[in-house]
């Protein structure tokens, strides 16, 4: 099957092994997998922030770059949320891109829930480590994922799967809503990295990038913390590094 | 309201957080309101069905809302009250003031009533030479405090136990009451022994209403103290607050809302006392109390036209505001109107003008929590998104965020360009990393004041995939 | 009637002006909503969830035993600082016929606001909820219910029903809705201070439930 990766603006730019470590997740389990190279943003920022028409101009961009594929999956809850949620609400009053909308929703999926759901994976790698998994809003509530990421994770040979309290609680990342109100922001990322610090556990992992930057900013900043990385990562044997903010730049 | 109260929310916030006593309230309510929520509705069988019947419930309403007010008043009426109509908070307040006069009132018994709070009704009976005292033991401690509520159902929520003995002390001193107090209880005594003298003096009492009824011309009140029930019950007359979209037909509709009321607010399955008020009540002295209902208006009529109607479903329950990250960190005065939370950010704005309240839809992570919780289905995150919208293009949003948010957009649209710039500016942020941060840099002020930004790894995926990929294809 | 009303009725009518198709009129009782099911028998789930939220139940089966049940608690809860044992008692005959001894100070009048002790009758019993259902009227008037230290209200097994809608069929068959309805679950309590339960805040610090399962009669 032809499976288009969307690796997100953020992945694209600041963590690019995330979409390494997720087109080999896909090959390894027999999608052919294509990055259309013109791929930019999904327009969330400006969604967000008010510029409804900005969005939409990045919206049909992206439905038309997307079209043709038999899925789209995107290593981003918050991505996917707004491609599978939003973008046929952007579209309300425009019946043709509304349909081509609804089309590239119905394709599209968040990786973990694609790898568990869509491909029924099962991983044989091992991860020696006990790791603590972090929902992003997004995904557990825009796309209901919750047993996706635990379900690759608990197939790790050597992982222990620590779940930290309050896991449905947002980090405080919630885009520019992290520099607009960054001290609520940074008070939400405090309470986060109590919570991740309580499991003990060794690694921090999400699907998120978003929430990765946030929380591993502020472990940063409190000075310590375990290693962080991207679900992806760890899940294709990529997670050998300092992680996210490590100290050794991976 | 006056007009400014809303702004610097920011500012506020900030004042909030570093507030320690408030900061200990907050921390002390907390999970407690969540997790009696959590067991209340996992225990409640058909929670979704009533959740979807409370919404088709209030939405029919709001369709027929003049039929359903004009049969509500016809049944007032018919029960022997009276019906007062408001167009705005001014004119509720003359009405209610009025209505006091008439009946020569010194003393005014308060129950708990947000729309009391949105009219400013207290200052105005004040200001008209009445006393006017809150009833619920959360509005009196802070009518002593000389605040504003900071929660729709728990107004003092942010007031520790040293603080409310503080001000009782000093308050209750005139009463005679000097005793050191310490517990809960007595507090909680001592407040009760204040109160029933004032239940027994006034001249009026004034309720809010949770739900009136269109059949049968009653108004609802739900309480745990039971103070609206004195309020409505003991003085000679009593006058019913309430705000349009408190109607429902029927007072099976009415059952079905209180059923999720309660489990929603405070985790309860009924509260202590659910009472349905049908015009002048029967007296101890043979005569019949007075009965008035001001029904007010006070934007709902134009928000029921527009895009927003959603909101006027609410129930006004609080749990958006237990569930909201940002609420429970900074509490409600941060948010300056009469509504905190995810459902005041968008009361508020449309209520006192978009440009009176510039920061409040924009108080949220999108986190999403406040729409599932809701038990009225309200797209509380929707609904915030379309206020910035609306900010955007009313030009009510800054200028140089504007351009930002353009630009951003813009720039996406040019894949060409956007990777000639992203590109070397990634190679050159992975540079200036130190340990996998970057420096301190002048885009990144407010994020770096609080945490750190890890640094770019350098590169850029898409290109870097296709390139290989375009290698591959040629060799 | 006045210009506000004009105003807004005319305001919420819009340009769609008068819709009343579909409106409820007339079919008032079709409105019911999904209802809970129970887990138990009427009268289990309204003494489990009475006595959940701080109420006292006593379960009896003759007048005699009602009495005793009123007598006990009385002798435990019902002294106050100054006053004495007396109950008032609300005039309605199911109660001030109930056969009262001689050494308990009863008296049947409406109520004061320095009662220690009222007693009341519920028109029902809601299992749902554990509520009781008052009815305003001289006979039961709803002071009663709200001004005393303790509450104490006698229901008959026989009027327990499962849930709130039965008492709305009721009052719209007998065609008359009572100046208050008042639904009580339990003792007053408040937790406006730190969150913290605190029984008797404005209204009753105890509430006793007698349900009558037998010596029911008129």
């Known amino acids: 099957m032809r499976v288009a990766l969307f690796a997100t603006c953020l992945v694209d730019n600041l963590r690019p092994r995330i979409g390494l470590a997720s087109a080999r997740l896909l090959q390894d389990h027999g999608c052919e997998v294509v990055v259309p190279p013109s791929q930019t943003c999904c327009g ?31 290593p981003s809850g918050s991505c996917a949320g707004m491609i599978i949620q939003h973008y046929p609400r952007l579209f309300r009053d425009e019946p043709d ?15 973990t829930h694609f790898l568990s759901h869509v491909l029924d994976i099962r991983l044989d790698r091992t991860f020696e480590g006990r790791v603590t998994y972090h929902d992003s809003c997004s995904s557990l509530r825009e796309l209901g994922i919750h047993g996706a990421p635990r379900t690759l994770l608990s197939q790790m040979h050597g992982l ?17 809503f992290s520099v607009k109100f960054d001290e609520i922001s940074e008070r939400m990322a405090s309470n986060k990295t109590r919570r991740v610090r309580e499991t003990g556990a060794d690694v921090l992992a999400a699907a998120d990038l978003g929430c990765l930057l946030n929380i591993a900013g502020r472990l940063r900043r409190e000075d310590g913390g375990p290693r962080i990385f991207h679900i992806a990562e760890l899940l294709a044997g990529m997670a050998d590094g300092a992680g996210i903010g490590g100290p050794d730049k991976a | 309201m006056t007009a400014n109260t809303h702004h610097r929310f ?43 019947r409370a919404k088709s419930i209030k939405e029919h309403t709001l369709d027929h809302l003049p039929e359903y007010l004009e049969r509500y008043e016809a049944q007032v009426i018919a029960s022997g009250g009276q019906v007062h109509w408001a167009r705005d908070a001014e004119e509720a307040r003359k009405l209610v003031i009025d209505l006091c006069r008439r009946a020569g009132a010194g003393s005014v018994a308060k129950g708990k009533s947000m729309i009391g709070e949105e009219i400013g009704l207290n200052h105005a009976l004040e200001a008209a030479g009445m006393e006017a005292v809150e009833t619920d033991l959360g509005e009196y401690i802070i009518q002593l405090a000389e605040e504003p509520p900071s929660h729709i159902i728990a107004p003092a929520l942010h007031k520790t136990r040293e603080q409310i003995i503080a001000m009782f002390r000093e308050h209750h001193r005139s009463h005679g009451y000097t005793e050191p107090l310490e517990t ?32 049968t011309g009653s108004s609802v009140i739900v309480t745990n103290e039971g103070n609206g029930d004195l309020t409505a019950l003991l003085p000679p007359t009593h006058i019913v607050l309430a705000s349009l979209d408190k109607l429902v037909p029927t007072p099976e509709d009415a059952t079905t809302l209180l059923r999720l009321l309660a489990r929603s607010a405070t985790g309860q399955e009924s509260t202590a006392y659910t009472s349905f008020f049908t015009g002048p009540k029967p007296r101890n002295d043979g005569h019949e109390s007075a009965y008035h209902v001001v029904l007010i208006d006070n934007s709902r009529s134009r928000i029921l036209h527009g ?39 968008v009361l508020g704005p449309l209520l006192d003008g978009l440009a009176q309240a510039p920061e409040l839809p924009n108080a949220s992570s999108f986190c999403g929590r406040c729409a599932e919780v809701c038990p009225m289905s309200i797209p509380l995150p929707e609904l915030l998104r379309q206020l910035r919208n609306d900010q955007f293009e009313e030009r009510i949003t800054p200028l140089r965020q504007r351009c930002a948010t353009r630009l951003w957009s813009w720039l996406n649209t040019h894949p060409r360009l956007y990777r000639a710039l992203a590109g070397p500016a990634m190679a050159l942020l992975s540079r200036m990393g130190r340990n996998g941060i970057l420096p301190r840099l002048p885009g990144l002020g407010a994020w770096q004041r609080g945490r750190e930004f890890p640094a770019p790894e350098g590169g850029s995926f898409v290109r870097e995939w296709n390139r290989r990929r375009g290698r591959t294809r040629h060799e | 009637m006045s210009e506000a009303r004009r105003e807004i009725l005319t305001r919420l009518r819009g340009e769609s002006g008068t819709n009343k198709a579909g409106v409820r009129d007339g079919a008032w009782s079709s409105s019911a909503g999904p209802r809970p099911r129970l887990d138990g028998s009427a009268l289990e789930v309204f003494v489990d969830k009475l006595r959940q939220n701080s109420a ?11 009495i005793k049940a009123i007598g006990n608690f009385l002798r435990v809860e019902g002294q106050g600082q100054g006053q004495g044992q007396g109950l008032v008692v609300m005039p309605h005959p199911r109660l001030r016929e109930l056969n009262w001894p001689n050494d308990l100070e009863i008296q049947c009048r409406a109520p004061r606001a320095s009662d220690l002790n009222v007693l009341s009758l519920a028109a029902f019993g809601i299992a749902e909820t554990g509520s009781l259902v008052l009815l305003s009227g001289t006979e039961t008037p709803s002071e009663a219910n709200f001004l005393p230290e303790n509450f104490l209200c006698l229901v008959d097994r026989a009027n327990l029903i499962e ?14 809705f009572p100046a208050c309805v008042n639904l009580i679950s339990g003792p007053s309590r408040t937790a406006d201070v730190e969150q913290t339960i605190q029984l008797g805040a404005h209204g009753p610090r105890r509430l006793l439930v007698v349900i009558d399962e037998g010596s029911k009669n008129e």
Not at chain 1, 50 to 55: F, I, K, M, Y
Not at chain 2, 323 to 345: D, E, K, R
Not at chain 3, 163 to 176: A, F, P, T, Y
Request: glycine share 10%.
């Open chain 1, 160 to 176: 222990v799967l620590l779940e930290m309290k309050e896991t449905e609680v947002c980090c405080g990342f919630g885009g520019t």
């Open chain 1, 97 to 111: 891109w509304r349909a081509r909308a609804e089309s590239l929703a119905a394709r599209c999926h968040e990786l």
């Open chain 2, 184 to 215: 809960v209880a007595e507090i909680v005594d001592e407040a009760r022994a204040i109160l029933r003298d004032k239940f027994l003096k006034a001249d009026v009492g004034i309720t809010g209403a949770n739900f009136l009824i269109a059949e």
């Open chain 1, 44 to 74: 969330q920022p400006g969604y967000n922030n008010g510029d409804v028409r900005g969005a939409r101009a990045l919206a049909r961009k992206t439905i038309t770059e997307f079209e043709g594929f038999d899925y789209v999956v995107v």
């Open chain 3, 163 to 176: 849930h709130m809608e039965e008492v709305w069929q009721h009052l719209r068959q007998q065609g008359d």
């Open chain 2, 10 to 52: 920011r500012d506020k916030a900030h004042a909030a957080l570093m507030d320690e006593p408030l900061q200990r309230a907050m921390d002390k309510a907390g999970d407690g309101f969540i997790a009696r929520r959590q067991t209340a509705i996992a225990a409640l069988d058909q929670y979704e069905a009533l959740r979807s």
């Open chain 3, 56 to 66: 006292s139940v006593v379960r009896v089966d003759s007048e005699a035993a009602i």
């Open chain 2, 307 to 345: 895009k927003y109607r959603d909101m006027l479903r609410c129930i006004r329950c609080g749990a958006c505001l237990n569930h909201c990250p940002v609420y429970t960190n900074v509490g409600g005065h941060a948010y300056g109107g009469v509504y905190p939370g995810p459902m005041g950010s």
